[in-house]
């Protein structure tokens, strides 16, 4: 297992991404990449699958409207989907990747599909909020 956490982050690498935070023992890192909107994406390595999730925003007092125009804009995304947590306290990206035959490709498609959601739906998503 080891040795596929070292493949994510010598992925990474290559994609010049940073690893903010890492936690060995988990087998997960933190990265960033605030050009392309990636802040705090967890990349976690649990066997037989990697997670990648990212905090998008608070939910809003009345998300009704949210919730629906979520489910709207997922049928859209090319990797991943935008999930709430179980407390209902947040919205986040979220996608997972086989990681047993995980590679550069697949990995670079998921961070930029988080990317071009942000870049797509950021100020759209950001009208809840205010």
């Known amino acids: 297992?080891?040795?596929?956490?070292?493949?994510?982050?010598?992925?990474?690498?290559?994609?010049?991404?940073a690893?903010?935070?890492e936690d060995t023992a988990e087998q997960l890192v933190v990265v960033e990449d605030e050009e392309n909107g990636i802040k705090n994406l967890?990349?976690?390595?649990?066997?037989?699958?990697?997670?990648?999730e990212?905090?998008?925003m608070d939910i809003p007092g009345k998300p009704s409207e949210l919730y629906k125009r979520l489910l709207q804009m997922n049928r859209n995304l090319v990797?991943?989907?935008?999930?709430i947590d179980e407390d209902e306290k947040f919205i986040l990206f979220r996608d997972t990747l086989q990681l047993e035959s995980l590679d550069r490709n697949e990995l670079e498609g998921s961070i930029q599909a988080l990317s071009l959601a942000l870049s797509e739906y950021g100020s759209e998503l950001l009208e809840f909020i205010s």
């Not at 297992?1 to 690498?13: A, G, I, N, P, T």
């Not at 967890?42 to 990648?52: A, F, H, W």
């Open 1 to 17: 297992m080891q040795d596929k956490f070292e493949l994510v982050k010598q992925y990474l690498h290559e994609m010049n991404i």
């Open 54 to 56: 990212q905090v998008i």
């Open 79 to 83: 990797h991943g989907a935008f999930v």
């Open 42 to 52: 967890i990349i976690d390595c649990e066997e037989p699958i990697v997670v990648l």
């Open 19 to 21: 690893i903010i935070d």
